[in-house]
């Protein structure tokens, strides 16, 4: 190494060095700390594509002008860790679906798995072949206790104690 070059320790020696393992820590930590918000746009995304895919299933159903108990279970299942369909009503002449749908984050795994979930609560009205969807408060989806081993109102002919 010769000495008493023009450039000196800031390009050539460990300056320089230490100043790369800087940037490259600091750029590290900087895409640590945004990590979580990616990971709960992707789950808000996920959750719009599910929201977008239950409503063109309820679509597909209603084009014969009724939905059957059974195409409303097929198409609301369970949407895991979210409950799925969580309540019907039948009043007025037409047909709302409650149901509580989840959108998942990529998982991350370092010593636990993890992963980013947001839900949501939507009313799906169906009215003939036209079905409208709403957001609904996330308290209106929660499950009614279980009675008898079953659960009311999850696709019955009795209103909802969900409706508003």
């Given at each position: 190494m010769r000495r008493g070059t023009r450039d000196g320790?800031?390009?050539?020696?460990?300056?320089?060095?230490?100043?790369?393992?800087?940037?490259?820590?600091?750029?590290?930590?900087v895409w640590q700390?945004?990590?979580?918000?990616?990971?709960r746009a992707a789950a808000e995304q996920d959750l719009a594509r599910r929201l977008h895919d239950r409503t063109a299933a309820l679509r597909a159903?209603?084009?014969?002008?009724?939905?059957?108990?059974?195409e409303l279970v097929e198409v609301f299942g369970r949407d895991k860790p979210a409950?799925?369909?969580?309540?019907?009503?039948?009043?007025?002449g037409g047909l709302t679906a409650y149901a509580q749908l989840a959108g998942l984050g990529p998982p991350r795994t370092f010593i636990f798995v993890t992963e980013e979930t947001v839900t949501g609560c939507y009313a799906f009205r169906i009215d003939g072949r036209d079905v409208t969807v709403d957001e609904r408060p996330t308290a209106q989806c929660?499950?009614?206790?279980?009675?008898?081993?079953?659960?009311?109102?999850?696709?019955s002919d009795s209103p909802s104690p969900h409706a508003s």
């Amino acid at each position: 190494m010769r000495r008493g070059t023009r450039d000196g320790c800031l390009f050539n020696g460990c300056l320089g060095l230490a100043m790369t393992l800087v940037l490259l820590l600091t750029g590290i930590l900087v895409w640590q700390w945004t990590q979580p918000a990616r990971d709960r746009a992707a789950a808000e995304q996920d959750l719009a594509r599910r929201l977008h895919d239950r409503t063109a299933a309820l679509r597909a159903a209603a084009r014969d002008g009724a939905v059957s108990d059974q195409e409303l279970v097929e198409v609301f299942g369970r949407d895991k860790p979210a409950p799925g369909l969580v309540g019907l009503d039948r009043r007025s002449g037409g047909l709302t679906a409650y149901a509580q749908l989840a959108g998942l984050g990529p998982p991350r795994t370092f010593i636990f798995v993890t992963e980013e979930t947001v839900t949501g609560c939507y009313a799906f009205r169906i009215d003939g072949r036209d079905v409208t969807v709403d957001e609904r408060p996330t308290a209106q989806c929660a499950l009614p206790p279980r009675q008898g081993g079953s659960l009311p109102g999850r696709v019955s002919d009795s209103p909802s104690p969900h409706a508003s």
